[in-house]
């Protein structure tokens, strides 16, 4: 954006690159003489190699999820502008993962996270609104509920968004507690109202572009007051000045249940309200950051990711418990100086740019995971599932296609590991992309979501573009003509999905979500209300 200092990355390029080593894993390369360490390194994706480990047996697992955070919003991706001490030591224990891929919007993108699948696959392509009638099917297998068998403690902290009706909540999905706000901030009453002028002023189109009133919760009208909940109670509504105090009341949370449980093993899913508009940082924050509330909302998280690490440092866990910090979609560009910024990227959140999906991620795991090193292979967050289930001793699913793959190869060094051939770029339930190696290819019609009103350029585009990730991460080059056999190998991969999930249409690999009759509002006992004109018709 125009406002901020133009940032530099080395992301682009060779499918790895290295920092210099601060902390090099243990392992008997180590001590090789330097002209076989360097014969090894050009050989290794890492600088120094690591011989592919077998993990410890059922680690514990920590998820810290920032809501809005941009690729280029964070010291470890490039930053010059938000402080992030915390998530600076993170990456230099630990591993960038900087082709790491998450959904355009919020919800989808939990989705996506948390069943191992495409959320087109799972029926939650779009955001979903209070009080709304769908949510995630309780038949679907999710990460939690998958670790139970295997004696893990669970807990989500945060943002949920995979429904808001009983049956949709965490504790429904193999979370043993819950404590959050269920769904975005800026879906109250009072925030409603300033945050859709905001979006109005600056994308005319945006709120009708979220979902249709009556399909997916309340969109307009009366709105309920934000509940924060505790498993499944409302135990108090959210004013805005409230919102201030949610980052340390859920970094609280996390600290108390990581010191509840150091000796059984435990899965954590931190999914923090921030920096999601309207931005509340806490008192100790506000004011004291270079970018404005934005960048004080950012350093809070940072600060909230430092006490979760100094937690399992204190309680020595830090090397049974595998930490992966990332975004859940990118940038909100319309929000203009209450945005974060893509970095390198092009587009943001609502986009199939990469700037919309492509989140700034780190793996921490002292001792098994490579430290001060970065990878660029391509993954997903619907690869953690998968991941974490291997790490814990526990099974897949049989009968249920997931499209998350095991990425501990590429977390533990292995060379050339190759988890995937291709990644899909939904926009709702639209297939508008597919990725394969460092080539992108773009449909006609992808939409620039969010981004359109501020980036004119970004009009949706008639043609058939062809990228080169590698060595133009920006997408400002289109090279279908020089490339068509690239364009053809694309183009099967496109006809295999659209055989599945479907490009437009609903495939038959589309597993239904959960449905209620009569959905109501998440309200605190005895607070009235009553639902406005848009409320949800109970069989849409
Ligand atoms: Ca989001």
Known sequence: MANRPHLKFSVQGSRFKVRPPSAVLHSPSSFLAPSLALLLSVLSPFALPAAPQPARARP?????????????????????????????????????????????????????????????????????????????????????????????????????????????????????????????????PAEEKAALQSLERAAPNEPARLGPPGQLGITRGTRPPL???????????????????????????????????RAQPFFLYLAHTAVHVPLHPGPAFRGKSANGLYGDWVEEVDWSVGRVLDTLRECQLDRKTLVLFTSDNGPWLVMGTNAGVAGPLRGGKGSTWEGGLREPTIAWWPGQIQAGASCDALMASFDLLPTFLKLAGGRLPDQRKLDGADLWPLLSGHRRAQVHSAFYYFNGAKLEAVRSGPWKLALPGQGAGSSAAKVPSETPSPATRLYNLDRDIGEST??????????????????????????????PGVRPPGRVARPQPLLLPGTPFVMGDASPSPNP
């Open 478 to 507: 289109d090279v279908a003509r020089q490339h068509p056999r690239v364009l053809r190998r694309l183009e099967r991969l496109l006809a295999q999905m659209d055989a599945d999930l479907g490009r437009n249409q609903a495939g």
């Open 60 to 188: 514990n697992f920590v998820i810290i999820l920032a809501d809005d955070l941009g690729y280029g919003d964070i010291g470890p991706f490039g930053s010059k502008l938000n402080r992030t001490p915390n998530l600076d030591r993170m990456a230099r224990e630990g591993l960038r993962l900087t082709s790491f891929y998450a959904a355009p919007v919020c919800t989808p993108s939990r989705a996506q996270l948390l069943s191992g699948c495409y959320p087109k696959r799972v029926s939650l392509p779009n955001v979903l609104f209070p009080a709304c009638p769908i949510g995630l099917n309780t038949n679907e297998a999710t990460l939690p509920k998958l670790l139970k068998p295997q004696g893990y403690a669970t807990l989500a902290v945060g943002k949920w968004h995979l429904g808001d009706q009983l049956e949709f909540l965490p504790t429904r999905h193999g979370f043993d507690h819950y404590f959050g706000l269920p769904y975005s901030n800026d879906m109250g």
């Open 227 to 261: 509940p924060l909940v505790r498993d499944e109670q409302v135990i108090e509504t959210v004013s805005p000045p409230q919102q201030d105090l949610l980052t340390a009341r859920y970094a609280d949370e996390a600290v108390r249940f990581i010191r509840q449980h």
